[in-house]
T-cell receptor, first 110, second 114 residues
Framework: SQELEQSPQSLIVQEGKNLTINCTSS?????LYWYKQKYGEGLIFLMM?????EEKSHEKITAKLDEKKQQSSLHITASQPSHAGIYLC??????????FGSGTRLQVQP | DSGVTQTPKHLITATGQRVTLRCSPR?????VYWYQQSLDQGLQFLIQ???????AKGNILERFSAQQFPDLHSELNLSSLELGDSALYFC?????????????FGQGTRLTVV
């Protein structure tokens, strides 16, 4: 969706390196969801952010929502091969269902 | 395991045919969402049902329809299939029908139209 831009489209990193994925909306968001998808499989819920400035962490993954609630970043520290997959941001824009970004394909090289 | 079950996992069918995809939501979830994921369009919302009633429509074609049954499972019917309908179809469920609820996704049904 052009309302929600996700970058980069793909990323190749060496194991142990840090990385950041961004998700930018043209509108203020009611909430922002991060999902991970392994190739051809279902989406795994990672985190949900609702408040401006909110930050959540789970294991080595940290997600933040900016104060204006228009941009979110997903940061992975010390990446591992198990982090490989497609990361999708889903935005609550006040509609019934989420609007998804185009996804970031992450490869982690051992 | 998200608790959302979709069947079948894979489906191969010919153009012009009709198929039915099935979704069982997580226990207790009243809301079911259907999404289509294709390479060129990404993940697109099709339709939402809440407790048996249609709640919201997205980019769903007229050839597609859905329903949610009293036991809350849902079916997505795709008819007059075209090559471009080949995609992953996901079902998601959430406890309520409103916003700001986590949506749990099934493993998807991969539809190939030949």
């Amino acid at each position: 969706s052009q309302e929600l831009e996700q970058s980069p489209q793909s990323l190749i990193v060496q194991e142990g390196k840090n990385l950041t994925i961004n998700c930018t909306s043209s509108k203020t968001l009611y909430g922002l969801y991060w999902y991970k998808q392994k190739y051809g499989e279902g989406l795994i819920f990672l985190m949900m952010l609702q408040k401006g400035g909110e930050e959540k962490s789970h294991e080595k993954i940290t997600a933040k929502l900016d104060e204006k609630k228009q941009q979110s970043s997903l940061h992975i520290t010390a990446s591992q091969p198990s982090h490989a997959g497609i990361y999708l941001c889903g935005a609550d824009m006040g509609r019934r269902a989420l609007t998804f970004g185009s996804g970031t394909r992450l490869q982690v090289q051992p | 395991d998200s608790g959302v079950t979709q069947t079948p996992k894979h489906l191969i069918t010919a153009t012009g045919q009709r198929v039915t995809l099935r979704c069982s939501p997580r226990s207790g979830d009243l809301s079911v969402y259907w999404y289509q994921q294709s390479l060129d369009q990404g993940l697109q919302f099709l339709i939402q049902y809440y407790n048996g009633e249609e709640r919201a429509k997205g980019n769903i074609l007229e050839r597609f329809s859905a329903q949610q049954f009293p036991d809350l499972h849902s079916e997505l019917n795709l008819s007059s299939l075209e090559l471009g309908d080949s995609a992953l179809y996901f079902c998601a469920s959430s406890p309520l029908g409103g916003r700001n609820t986590e949506a749990f996704f099934g493993q998807g049904t991969r539809l190939t139209v030949v």
